[in-house]
């Protein structure tokens, strides 16, 4: 069958493979279908090869050359889980948040170090923010340029205590990254030029 003529759709919940005009093989539980944009979306079993994830594919029909139905879901669709939409006000305002800090912080002309500091720091403790160019954490302490734990001021506590041991956890694993980085570098120069001899 090729794609849709008028008035033909797919039941969700049906078993369908497409077969691509770049000839790949397409299978999967049909999820949605727009019959005026002719998008198909298809879950699959996951790329990862986790059982407990699955990969959605949107396929367009205008560019499938043939499609086959395995099996046609004849009984009404489940209906669909419910929204928590006060969760994902939350989320999105958070993530619009994220999103505006760092864009204050490269207006700022705060440096690249900086600026990953800042995430690592707000991947553990969400209440920071940016001062100008200063990282203040849980209103308590502030980490001024140039990021390094002689550079977190505050109040002598837990709070401190704790912030520093991120910097310098953070700044121990740059430098396990980079001096690992030039490692891996070297062996792929070596390989390349062990293929090409």
């Known amino acids: 069958m090729a794609a849709p003529g008028p008035g033909e759709y ?3 919940g049906s078993h369908v493979s497409c077969l691509t005009c770049l000839g790949q093989r397409l299978q999967g539980e049909v999820v949605a279908f727009d019959y005026q944009s002719k998008m198909l979306t298809l879950k699959c079993p ?12 949107l396929i367009n029909l205008a560019y499938v050359s043939d499609v086959d139905i395995i099996t046609d879901r004849t009984e009404t669709p489940p209906p669909l889980a419910s929204l928590n939409v006060n969760k994902l006000a939350n989320r999105a305002r958070t993530e619009k948040e994220d999103k505006l ?20 720091i707000h991947k553990t403790i ?15 302490v502030v980490i001024s340029p140039p990021y390094q734990v002689d550079n977190c001021k505050g109040k002598e506590g837990s709070a401190l205590s704790h912030v520093r041991k991120i910097v310098e956890k953070h700044f121990r694993d740059v430098e396990s990254q980079k001096s690992t980085q030039p490692r891996s570098q ?6 390349d030029s062990t293929l090409s001899s």
């Open 126 to 140: 969400k209440d920071c923010k940016w001062q100008e160019k200063n990282i203040i954490v849980m209103d308590d």
């Open 10 to 12: 797919f039941s969700i």
């Open 46 to 57: 996951s790329s990862s090869g986790k059982s407990n994830l699955n990969d959605l594919i």
């Open 186 to 191: 070297a062996q792929q120069t070596q390989k």
């Open 101 to 120: 800090s760092q864009a204050y912080a490269i207006s700022a002309g705060v440096s690249v170090e900086g600026q990953q500091l800042f995430q690592t």
